[in-house]
């Protein structure tokens, strides 16, 4: 299984950025899908997570609003659309794969997990 991530990079605050995360070796759509986060010197934090459908979605307080997490079952991919970046979202971001019934905002409940890249927000 793999979970490669792409977009991201250096942005104002105040600006926007996208991320996609292409899912192989599994079956997609058997997969809710979530993204994570860690800041510099912190713990890894739940970003957002949406179900195998695409009907559900649940965002952390701190993004809600901001964030949009979406997917394309077609084509294997889970998106998160960042808009309104603060200084604070600064992180690495990863996407991963769960499935189960779970909340799917904990770390231990998930799969797979793609490889972080760094979102940073300039002030």
């Known amino acids: 299984v793999q979970l490669q991530a792409c977009g991201g990079g250096l942005v104002q605050a105040g600006g926007s950025l996208s991320r996609a995360c292409a899912a192989s070796?599994?079956?997609?759509?058997?997969?809710?899908m979530g993204w994570f986060r860690q800041a510099p010197g912190k713990e890894r934090e739940f970003v957002a997570r949406i179900s195998w459908s695409g009907s559900t979605t649940r965002y952390a307080d701190s993004v809600k609003g901001r964030f949009t997490i979406s997917r394309d079952n077609a084509k294997n991919t889970v998106y998160l659309q960042m808009n309104s970046l603060k200084p604070e979202d600064t992180a690495v971001y990863y996407c991963?794969?769960?499935?189960?019934?779970?909340?799917?905002?904990?770390?231990?409940?998930?799969?797979?997990w793609g490889q972080g890249t760094l979102v940073t927000v300039s002030s």
């Open positions: 070796g599994l079956t997609f759509s058997d997969y809710a």
């Open positions: 991963a794969a769960y499935n189960s019934r779970h909340t799917g905002t904990r770390q231990s409940q998930y799969d797979y």
